[in-house]
């Protein structure tokens, strides 16, 4: 089974460039960058909720 963490990476103060980040970490002394999700909005909270992400500002 995969370990998937996720964070977000902001653009601020400017709006553009901001991402959400997933990671596999199975092995938390190596993790490696499975996908970068460019998103329009800055994002300051992740919340997964029954298979949903949720981000807030």
């Given at each position: 089974?995969?370990?998937v963490?996720?964070?977000?990476?902001?653009?601020f103060?400017?709006?553009?460039?901001?991402?959400?980040?997933?990671?596999?970490?199975?092995?938390?002394?190596?993790?490696?960058?499975?996908?970068?999700?460019?998103?329009?909005?800055?994002?300051?909270?992740?919340?997964?909720?029954?298979?949903?992400?949720?981000?807030?500002?």
């Amino acid at each position: 089974m995969k370990r998937v963490a996720e964070t977000s990476e902001s653009g601020f103060p400017k709006p553009s460039g901001s991402s959400i980040l997933l990671f596999d970490a199975s092995d938390p002394h190596n993790p490696e960058m499975i996908d970068r999700l460019k998103i329009h909005i800055n994002c300051s909270n992740l919340l997964g909720y029954k298979g949903e992400m949720f981000c807030t500002m």
